[in-house]
């Protein structure tokens, strides 16, 4: 079993909704991430979090509005999605945030949430 | 044997076979490398890890083999078992940058 939770582990929305996913890890880890992947394709990157500060974005469109409430908890606001937005999102965290002259370690991932976007 | 699908390379074995997955990296500056394994509607899970200082490293049935020259990655899976089916992906991770970044992923068929 996974150590990062995310829920809801589905979601189908409109393109007018207005809806979030949460990940939680009780790891102490202090660095977390999101992750978007499309079917048969790799994890790309979304955003990192580094003591609860957005420390990345990978130029992702604002209907996507991360935000880390404390060092347990990552969320992922969305809105105005298009369908091209259906994919699976993964959250992840590290002990290590990766700065400066250490990489970022192993990443532990939760299960995903699929989002629908009809 | 080993063939490119439209979207996922698969390789397809015999269980108790030995199987080698292999990854070419992108970054010369990248100094820490991640197997994962991901299966059919799970996220990925840890396999083994190694340094940029190495060139191999084992695990229980799992060695991974690291060549800096050609950024070449390998991993090996000793006495493949259907529960070795699923999608593995190398990842790397370059120093300083807070993210690892994953290669296209290699579908593992294990059959009994």
């Known amino acids: 079993d996974t150590e990062v939770t995310q829920t809801p582990k589905h979601l189908v929305m409109g393109m007018t909704n207005k809806k979030s996913l949460k990940c939680e890890q009780h790891?102490?880890?202090?660095?977390m991430y999101w992750y978007k992947q499309k079917a048969k394709k790799p994890p790309e990157l979304m955003f990192v979090y580094s003591y609860e500060k957005l420390s990345i974005n990978e130029s992702v469109p604002s209907r996507f509005s991360p935000e880390c409430p404390n060092s347990s908890l990552l969320n992922l606001h969305l809105h105005a999605l298009q369908p091209e937005d259906s994919a699976l999102y993964l959250c992840?965290?590290?002990?290590?945030?990766?700065?400066?002259?250490?990489?970022?370690?192993?990443?532990?991932f939760g299960e995903g949430s699929r989002l629908t976007v009809l | 044997g080993e063939s490119v699908g439209l979207h996922l390379p698969t390789l397809s074995v015999q269980e108790g076979d030995n199987s080698i997955i292999n990854c070419a990296y992108s970054?010369?500056?990248?100094?820490?490398f991640i197997w994962y394994k991901q299966e059919s509607g799970k996220g990925p899970q840890f396999i083994i890890d190694i340094r940029s200082n190495m060139d191999k490293r084992q695990g229980q049935r799992v060695t991974v083999l690291l060549n800096k020259t050609v950024k070449h990655l390998s991993l090996q899976i000793a006495a493949t078992q259907p529960g070795d089916s699923a999608v593995y992906f190398c990842?790397?991770?370059?120093?300083?940058?807070?993210?690892?970044?994953f290669g296209k992923g290699t579908m593992l068929l294990v059959s009994p």
């Open positions: 790891m102490g880890h202090r660095a």
């Open positions: 970054n010369s500056a990248s100094d820490y």
């Open positions: 990842a790397e991770d370059r120093r300083g940058y807070s993210t690892l970044t």
């Open positions: 992840a965290s590290s002990h290590k945030t990766g700065t400066g002259a250490f990489s970022t370690g192993e990443l532990f």
